[in-house]
């Protein structure tokens, strides 16, 4: 039975949609098979592994409102081991169509469930607000990662996330963890950015993951082309950091028997 993680954050522009599709692509490359889920109605993740949301007739929404079949909305992508659901703008109206629905935080969940076999890892690209569908994501999940960006209002928000996050462990699903906050955009240039490091690591301590996303103007060319980081430059520092995302977490999860140091690549002698 696979794995469902979430990447959630109501706060845009802190990567979570690049950490879905790069993470995703990580346990792909590293011979797990994998779904993606895009749970955002910007449809970026969809357009970042090559498929055109305006030619999508099937997606997530179909799946939530009509259930629709999920294993006949599933598409290819570039990255072998790695399938996706995608999504359109009419997920939109997901949020006002649940609203009267019995059990309408658990429609994600019946979704994945029909299909959570056939997968080692799930992860689900949740959109920047903390709605309806995001609520579904998270009650679906085992686990969700929170993409936080190096800077001065990053702790903005967090708190309400958390919160919510507990509340949802409470009422909806008591088996839900935080995988771990990821620090991302860290640009080793500024001071201001390590200050953040420091404070992130001293509020949150172990939920903190090792591995930091650095800024690469790698990792926003990528999706231009359709394709993860880690097909478009596999030797980038974006490519490498994802890689190390994926084994950190496979670490945590004790689905690898290597130890720390073997896990971890230095891009610096990556050739």
Same mark, same amino acid.
């Given at each position: 039975?696979?794995?469902?993680?979430?990447?959630?954050?109501?706060?845009?522009?802190?990567?979570?949609?690049?950490?879905?599709?790069?993470?995703?692509?990580?346990?792909?490359?590293?011979?797990?098979?994998?779904?993606?889920?895009?749970?955002?109605?910007?449809?970026?993740?969809?357009?970042?592994?090559?498929?055109?949301p305006?030619?999508?007739n099937?997606?997530?929404?179909?799946? @939530?409102?009509?259930?629709? &079949?999920?294993? !006949?909305? #599933? $598409?290819?992508?570039?990255? =072998?081991? +790695?399938? *996706?659901?995608?999504?359109?703008i009419?997920?939109?109206?997901?949020?006002?169509?649940?609203?009267?629905?019995?059990?309408?935080?658990?429609?994600m969940?019946?979704? @994945?469930?029909?299909?959570? &076999?056939?997968? !080692?890892? #799930? $992860?689900?690209?949740?959109? =920047?607000? +903390?709605? *309806?569908?995001?609520?579904?994501?998270?009650?679906?999940?085992?686990?969700?990662?929170?993409?936080?960006?190096?800077?001065?209002?990053?702790l903005?928000?967090?708190?309400?996330?958390?919160?919510?996050?507990?509340?949802?462990?409470?009422?909806?699903?008591?088996?839900?963890?935080i995988?771990?906050i990821?620090?991302?955009?860290?640009?080793?240039?500024?001071?201001?950015?390590k200050?953040?490091?420091e404070?992130?690591?001293?509020?949150?301590?172990q939920?903190?993951f090792?591995?930091?996303?650095n800024?690469?103007?790698?990792?926003?060319?990528a999706?231009?082309f359709?394709?993860?980081?880690?097909l478009?430059?596999?030797?980038?520092?974006?490519?490498?950091?994802?890689?190390?995302?994926?084994?950190?977490?496979?670490?945590?999860n004790?689905?690898?028997?290597?130890?720390?140091?073997?896990?971890?690549?230095?891009?610096?002698?990556?050739?």
């Amino acid at each position: 039975m696979g794995k469902v993680i979430a990447i959630a954050n109501q706060k845009g522009g802190v990567g979570k949609t690049t950490t879905a599709m790069n993470l995703a692509a990580g346990f792909a490359v590293l011979e797990y098979k994998t779904l993606l889920i895009d749970a955002d109605p910007q449809a970026n993740a969809t357009s970042g592994l090559g498929h055109d949301p305006r030619n999508i007739n099937n997606s997530i929404y179909e799946c @939530i409102i009509d259930d629709a &079949d999920p294993k !006949e909305v #599933i $598409v290819s992508t570039t990255t =072998p081991n +790695l399938e *996706l659901i995608p999504a359109h703008i009419d997920l939109v109206g997901a949020e006002i169509e649940m609203i009267n629905m019995p059990n309408r935080e658990k429609m994600m969940k019946r979704v @994945i469930d029909k299909i959570k &076999d056939n997968y !080692e890892f #799930i $992860v689900i690209d949740c959109s =920047p607000s +903390l709605g *309806l569908v995001t609520v579904n994501a998270l009650t679906a999940a085992d686990s969700v990662i929170v993409p936080v960006q190096c800077e001065y209002f990053a702790l903005e928000g967090l708190g309400k996330l958390l919160n919510t996050i507990k509340i949802v462990q409470a009422r909806l699903n008591p088996n839900l963890d935080i995988e771990g906050i990821l620090l991302t955009m860290y640009d080793t240039r500024l001071r201001l950015a390590k200050q953040v490091v420091e404070e992130v690591r001293t509020h949150f301590q172990q939920m903190v993951f090792d591995t930091i996303i650095n800024r690469n103007t790698k990792l926003g060319e990528a999706p231009s082309f359709g394709e993860s980081i880690i097909l478009h430059d596999a030797n980038s520092t974006g490519a490498i950091n994802y890689l190390n995302l994926a084994r950190e977490i496979l670490q945590k999860n004790g689905m690898t028997n290597m130890n720390k140091s073997d896990l971890e690549i230095d891009f610096l002698n990556e050739k």
